[in-house]
Structures are given as structure tokens and as C-alpha cells.
């Protein structure tokens, strides 16, 4: 590299994603306060903001003017006299009100991840997970399933960040030639409710422990759906997975290392007849592991949450099925990172 090509060069894009925590936290201490839902469709001044929220003086101008300088924010004037109110993006999936509010995820980020991907040094020279478990030794979902509240709100983070996913699913997978669908680990029964709504001719089954079993009930039947999508407890690695045409997991993949994968494969292929389909959505990496960055990250937060789960690419996805015996596969892309991998049987 010449001295002239590299007199252009700035330090900015370092810079930019080195401090990437300081744009992240204020977005999410602003989920976390609950702004974009006082908001809503309406307007307050920063003082109202202040009150509403119950913060300190110091917080404004500073903090509401950052989201305004970072677009999650819209300002009418200028000084005291000055309204805050959402943007359109904001309005639509971080306003709790929102029939697309997405926040729950970024709520359990902001909770659990942001501390603990602080340690990600650690999990990179250990391979040990640096989550709740460092600190109790019990593993993660044995945690999480420890009390309703802190279930749920795993469930609505998972549950936020898939939403678009599972629509874009419905809406891309041919269901013409199925009738009856089982959801691997459905927590709230969000798949099973968005491939019902989209193809009235699907019955479907949404499956998880019990404890996620009683929320799903209560929310599929919220939505009026309980007459073709039910909810039922089971164990899947240790039960048989209810038989069906097509076989899915959403974000359910990348939890286990490769030997819970293949257990996982297996008893899909097993709960399928012959012509049915496995389904994983994912955030399946692409197979030269050069474009998709977010789907290396969430690999990465697999190594936090697990130690020895990771996420993988179409090309991995064809191999593990093929050992189990499916005939082909494909990669349908979804939205933004996320792909759905189709295994044949």
C-alpha cells in the first residue's frame, strides 16, 4: 500500500464499532425506561419526558437529544419549549403498544447480554460460558425456567426478535402440499400461530416443557387460534417428537453443540413421513463466512450462553441433514440475517 493510499484512511469505522456499547446502552436504557411507549403517538417537552419517567434533571438535554442524533427520536423546536416524539420506526416495534413491538428482546439484552458479553474475552480463552451459570453453576435454562417472570420474559425476547422471521416463513415455504405442522421448542407459539393465520388448511402443534406449554395455551387462545394450533409438553430430547408433514424449530438449532444437533436431526427425520420437511430458521451463516456478521455474532453469544453451541452455515445445515438420511436441501432467506434451512425427507 502506497503513503498516498494510506494518507485516506481514517480511523472513523474503528472508532465507530469500538464504541458501539455507547449508542447500544442508550437505546436500551431509553427500552428500559419504558420512552417510546410514554411517547407513543403523542409529543412531550424534555422536562415532561423528566417527570414522566422519574429522572434526574441532568438527563435532559443530553439523553433525549443523543436519540434524536441517533434517528430514534424526532424533535419539534428547540430548547425547553421543544417536543420529543417517536419516529416512525420507533412507533411501530418499541412502543409496547405496538401490535410489532419487537423490544422484548433488547429488554432481555439489555438484562442479561450487556453485562454479560462484557466477559467475552474470558468465554474466547476458556470456551466456558459466561452467563448465569459462571455465577451459580446451574445451566442456563434450568435458570430461566427457575420462575415465570423471568420465563415469559425470555419468551417475549425470543419471540421479538423472530416475529418477522416466522411471518417472512409463512409467507416464503410452500404449504400447499402438508396439512399438519409441529413446532420443536415453540415457546410462546408464535410460528405455530403465524403459518395457521397465513394457511387456513395447517393444523399445528406447538411443543416446549410444561411451563412454556401453559404461556403458549394462553396466548394462542388470545388469539382465537386454539381450534387449529394447540399446545403440547414435551421433553425433545427425551420424548419423540408428534408426527407431522413439516417439522420446525425456530432459534432452537444453534442452542447445543454438534451431538445435541444431530439428536435433534434425527428425531425430526423420524417424526416426518416420506416427502416431509424440516425447517430451521435461523440466522444461518453464509458458506464462506464473509457477509453475515450478525449470524457470527449470535455464535458468539452462543459461546456465552453455552460454551460449546454455535451457529452454522447452509453448507453445515446439508451435511448434518444428509447424515440423518434427508435427500436435499435448500436456504430460503427470510429478512435481514435471517435464512430458513429445508431438509427433504
Keep these: 500500500m502506497t503513503a498516498a493510499n494510506t494518507s485516506a484512511l481514517t480511523p472513523a469505522r474503528i472508532m465507530e464499532a469500538g464504541m458501539a456499547l455507547w449508542p447500544s446502552k442508550v437505546l436500551l436504557s431509553a427500552i428500559e425506561l419504558g420512552l417510546f411507549t410514554k411517547l407513543g403517538s403523542g409529543s412531550m417537552t424534555g422536562g415532561e419526558l423528566v417527570e414522566a419517567l422519574g429522572l434526574h434533571p441532568r438527563a435532559y438535554p443530553d439523553f433525549f437529544d443523543t436519540l434524536v ?38 429488554e432481555m439484552a439489555n438484562a442479561r447480554l450487556y453485562r454479560y458479553w462484557g466477559d467475552l474475552s474470558e468465554a474466547l480463552r476458556t470456551g466456558r460460558p459466561q452467563n448465569e451459570i459462571k455465577h451459580t453453576g446451574a445451566p442456563m435454562f434450568e435458570e430461566l425456567y427457575s420462575t415465570p417472570e423471568r420465563l415469559e420474559q425470555f419468551m417475549d425476547a425470543m419471540a421479538g426478535i423472530s416475529a418477522g422471521n416466522f411471518h417472512a416463513f409463512a409467507d416464503k415455504f410452500d404449504f400447499s402440499k402438508y396439512k399438519t405442522l409441529t413446532d420443536v421448542g415453540g415457546a410462546t407459539g408464535l410460528l405455530s400461530m403465524c403459518v395457521a393465520k397465513r394457511h387456513p388448511h395447517m393444523t399445528c402443534t406447538s411443543t416446549d416443557l410444561p411451563e412454556a406449554t401453559d404461556i403458549a395455551r394462553r396466548k394462542i387462545s388470545d388469539a382465537g387460534l386454539s381450534d387449529r394450533v394447540q399446545a403440547q409438553p414435551i421433553d425433545f430430547f427425551n420424548d419423540p417428537i408428534p408426527t407431522a408433514d413439516v417439522v420446525t424449530m425456530g432459534m432452537i438449532l444453534h442452542d447445543w453443540n454438534l451431538e445435541r444437533k444431530m439428536c435433534l436431526i434425527r428425531s425430526a427425520y423420524d417424526a416426518l413421513p416420506e416427502g416431509g420437511a424440516f425447517i430451521v430458521v435461523e440466522n444461518i451463516i453464509d458458506d464462506a463466512r464473509r457477509e453475515n456478521a450478525f449470524g457470527m455474532m449470535m455464535s458468539l453469544n452462543m459461546l456465552i450462553e453455552f460454551g460449546d453451541a454455535f451457529d452454522f452455515t447452509g453448507a453445515d445445515f446439508d451435511s448434518w441433514c444428509r447424515q440423518a438420511g434427508f435427500k436435499r436441501t435448500e436456504v430460503i432467506h427470510l429478512a435481514g440475517p435471517a435464512s430458513a434451512g429445508v431438509a427433504y425427507k
Design 69 to 106: 442524533a441517533l434517528r430514534f427520536l424526532e424533535r419539534d423546536g428547540v430548547g425547553p419549549e421543544a417536543r420529543y416524539l417517536n419516529t416512525e420506526e420507533t412507533a411501530l416495534f418499541l412502543d409496547r403498544n405496538s401490535p410489532q413491538f419487537m423490544g422484548g428482546f433488547l
